[in-house]
C-alpha cells in the first residue's frame, strides 16, 4: 500500500533571488530558536539562532526574525545560491536542553 | 576542529541482528542527544545525556534499543534485536548544556535492517 509520510513544504527560487523561509513554533515559553540547513546524506548544520530578547538578528547573507506575538520565526537568505537548495529546519527550546525541530522546508535553487 | 564523528556512516544487517551505533562528540561540549530521522517521523530525539548522565529517554522507542555513555568522549546507541522498521537515519549531536548553545549534529548513520 501507500506509505504516508511527512509532506515537506517546498520553495522554488531562482538564483539571486531572496528566499523566505518560515516557520511556526508551538510553545510560548521557548527562549532560543536556532535554524538548520541539511544537504542530502548529511546531517543538520547550524546556520543562524536568535534569543527571545531579540527580534532580528543577521549573519553573511542570512537574516532570522522572530515574532512571539504570533509565535513565528523566518528565515531570510539573501542573493539565494544553487549551493543553499537543502531542507532547512527551524529548532525550538523551552526548559532543559531538548529542542524540538519542525519538520523542515525542501529549497531549491533554480540556476 | 573535528565536528561530531559517528560510525559507521552506512549500516545494513538482517533482522535480529545486534546493531551498534558509535558517536564521538565535541571536545569539552557536556551533552550528548541521539535522534532518529525517517519520512514518516521526521527528527525525532531518542535520548540525551548531560555530563555522560542519561537525563531524558522518553522518546527511546523500545527496550530494544539502549544506550550508554561511558565517558565524555564516547556513547553508543544498541539496538538488540534490530528490525526492518528501525530503518531509519540515527544522528548524534552534541552542546554545552550552559545557557543557550546550539546542538551540532553529525552526519549520521544510515541504518537498513533486511
Same mark, same amino acid.
Not at chain 2, 556512516?9 to 545486534?18: D, L, N
Not at chain 2, 514518516?40 to 545525556?49: A, K, N, Q, S, V
Given at each position: 500500500?501507500?506509505?504516508?509520510?511527512?509532506?515537506?513544504?517546498?520553495?522554488?527560487?531562482?538564483?539571486?533571488?531572496?528566499?523566505?523561509?518560515?516557520?511556526?513554533?508551538?510553545?510560548?515559553?521557548? !527562549?532560543?530558536?536556532?535554524?538548520?540547513?541539511? /544537504?542530502?546524506?548529511? $546531517?543538520? %548544520? @547550524?546556520?543562524?539562532?536568535?534569543?527571545?530578547?531579540?527580534?532580528?538578528?543577521?549573519?553573511?547573507?542570512?537574516?532570522?526574525?522572530?515574532?512571539?506575538?504570533?509565535?513565528?520565526?523566518?528565515?531570510?537568505?539573501?542573493?539565494?545560491?544553487?549551493? !543553499?537548495?537543502?531542507?532547512?529546519?527551524?529548532? /525550538?527550546?523551552?526548559? $532543559?536542553? %531538548? @529542542?524540538?525541530?519542525?519538520?523542515?522546508?525542501?529549497?531549491?535553487?533554480?540556476? | 576542529?573535528?565536528?561530531?564523528?559517528?560510525?559507521?556512516?552506512?549500516?545494513?544487517?538482517?533482522?535480529?541482528?545486534?546493531?551498534?551505533?558509535?558517536?564521538?562528540?565535541?571536545?569539552?561540549?557536556?551533552?550528548?542527544?541521539?535522534?532518529?530521522?525517517?519520512?514518516?517521523?521526521?527528527?525525532?530525539?531518542?535520548?540525551?545525556?548531560?555530563?555522560?548522565?542519561?537525563?531524558?529517554?522518553?522518546?527511546?522507542?523500545?527496550?530494544?534499543?539502549?544506550?550508554?555513555?561511558?565517558?565524555?568522549?564516547?556513547?553508543?546507541?544498541?539496538?538488540?534485536?534490530?528490525?526492518?522498521?528501525?530503518?531509519?537515519?540515527?544522528?548524534?549531536?552534541?552542546?554545552?548544556?550552559?545557557?543557550?548553545?546550539?546542538?551540532?549534529?553529525?552526519?549520521?548513520?544510515?541504518?537498513?535492517?533486511?
Amino acid at each position: 500500500g501507500e506509505s504516508v509520510g511527512l509532506h515537506l513544504p517546498t520553495l522554488s527560487v531562482q538564483e539571486g533571488d531572496n528566499s523566505i523561509i518560515n516557520c511556526a513554533y508551538s510553545n510560548s515559553a521557548s !527562549d532560543y530558536f536556532i535554524w538548520y540547513k541539511q /544537504e542530502s546524506g548529511k $546531517g543538520p %548544520q @547550524f546556520i543562524i539562532d536568535i534569543r527571545s530578547n531579540m527580534d532580528k538578528r543577521q549573519g553573511q547573507r542570512v537574516t532570522v526574525l522572530l515574532n512571539k506575538t504570533v509565535k513565528h520565526l523566518s528565515l531570510q537568505i539573501a542573493a539565494t545560491q544553487p549551493g !543553499d537548495s537543502a531542507v532547512y529546519f527551524c529548532a /525550538e527550546k523551552a526548559t $532543559g536542553n %531538548q @529542542f524540538y525541530f519542525g519538520t523542515g522546508t525542501s529549497l531549491t535553487v533554480i540556476p | 576542529d573535528a565536528g561530531v564523528i559517528q560510525s559507521p556512516r552506512h549500516e545494513v544487517t538482517e533482522m535480529g541482528q545486534e546493531v551498534t551505533l558509535r558517536c564521538k562528540p565535541i571536545s569539552g561540549h557536556n551533552s550528548l542527544f541521539w535522534y532518529r530521522q525517517t519520512m514518516m517521523r521526521g527528527l525525532e530525539l531518542l535520548i540525551y545525556f548531560n555530563n555522560n548522565v542519561p537525563i531524558d529517554d522518553s522518546g527511546m522507542p523500545e527496550d530494544r534499543f539502549s544506550a550508554k555513555m561511558p565517558n565524555a568522549s564516547f556513547s553508543t546507541l544498541k539496538i538488540q534485536p534490530s528490525e526492518p522498521r528501525d530503518s531509519a537515519v540515527y544522528f548524534c549531536a552534541s552542546s554545552w548544556t550552559f545557557s543557550n548553545q546550539p546542538q551540532h549534529f553529525g552526519d549520521g548513520t544510515r541504518l537498513s535492517i533486511l
